[in-house]
């Protein structure tokens, strides 16, 4: 769970639990840290963010050496300290992050050249469009992302961006799927932003196979639905173009997930979690 102290790896077939602590001030520990999708399932990798570093823990040694650690993967280069990174995902040649930048929406740091950028704007409507960028970093700290060589889709609120990576990792939009804007008021001092109690609730998870890319959907508002807002009953799919493909109604909301083959493992929101699985066909 994020944000807790230790991590712990649940192997499915020996039904062995091993605990990592990673929150702390031992080596390799850190104040706080955020998951980093990558394209590997062997290799879990999770970040320091504000700093910019990356760990990766190996699972095939893991599943063999329970006394098997976390170590450093990337350092990545920053532009400077005002620069606030909130999360990244890899693949296979790039790694992109998200967070609070004074120019852009997207970092990417290409893995073969080590070269980086910060490139593109958010979506715009006429209330997001009087912030400056800061504010508007703090407004799409919720952007959820997933990626492959050829296409990066970022998500937030009900809009979808799908982005052409070009040969040396820079982006351009390629398509948009903009159903609805977020409800907000900000405050000057210290980029806050305040979310209004009849704003939708749009996709809380994304994850994706070489065909398609899939995203949960809520739909709710906090004044009508309480915290039930977060629970997402719909999963939506897209082909990597941003074509919509396919809805499915789930008989169980979900709030994150991922795609394994044909097959939909998915975290409900309950008191003790439950993993429910679903067959895709």
Not at 38 to 44: I, P, V
Not at 45 to 66: Q, T
Not at 95 to 105: D, K
Not at 264 to 269: E, T
């Amino acid at each position: 769970m994020t944000g807790e102290r230790e991590m712990q790896f649940l192997n499915l077939y020996s039904q062995r639990v091993t605990s990592r602590k990673v929150i702390g001030q031992g080596a390799n520990e850190m104040p706080r840290y955020s998951l980093v999708k990558t394209s590997s399932y062997s290799s879990f990798c999770f970040a320091d963010h504000k700093r910019g570093k990356i760990y990766e823990m190996d699972l095939e040694r893991l599943k063999v050496d329970s006394n098997t650690i976390h170590s450093l993967k990337y350092e990545l280069p920053t532009k400077d300290n005002s620069d606030y990174f909130l999360r990244f995902i890899e693949t296979d040649h790039c790694i992109y992050g998200i967070g609070l930048f004074q120019e852009g929406r997207i970092y990417s740091y290409n893995k073969d050249y080590q070269t980086t950028n910060v490139s593109m704007d958010y979506p715009t409507n006429e209330d997001i469009l009087k912030l400056d960028m800061l504010h508007k970093g703090a407004l799409f700290t919720g952007t959820i992302m997933v990626g492959n060589d050829t296409t990066l889709v970022l998500s937030c609120f009900g809009l979808i961006d799908f982005y052409n990576v070009l040969p040396d990792g820079s982006l351009k939009l390629k398509c948009k799927r903009h159903y609805f804007f977020p409800k907000f008021s900000n405050q000057e001092q210290g980029h806050l932003i305040i979310f209004k109690r009849d704003d939708i609730y749009g996709f809380s998870g994304i994850d994706a196979d070489e065909k398609y890319v899939y995203l949960l959907y809520s739909g709710k508002n906090m004044k009508e639905e309480g915290e039930h807002a977060y629970d997402c009953p719909h999963l939506l799919v897209y082909d990597w173009n941003g074509h919509p493909i396919k809805h499915y109604n789930l008989s169980k909301p979900l709030y994150d997930f991922c795609i394994a083959g044909d097959t939909l493992y998915g975290l409900s929101r309950e008191t003790d979690p439950i993993v429910y699985i679903y067959s895709l066909e």
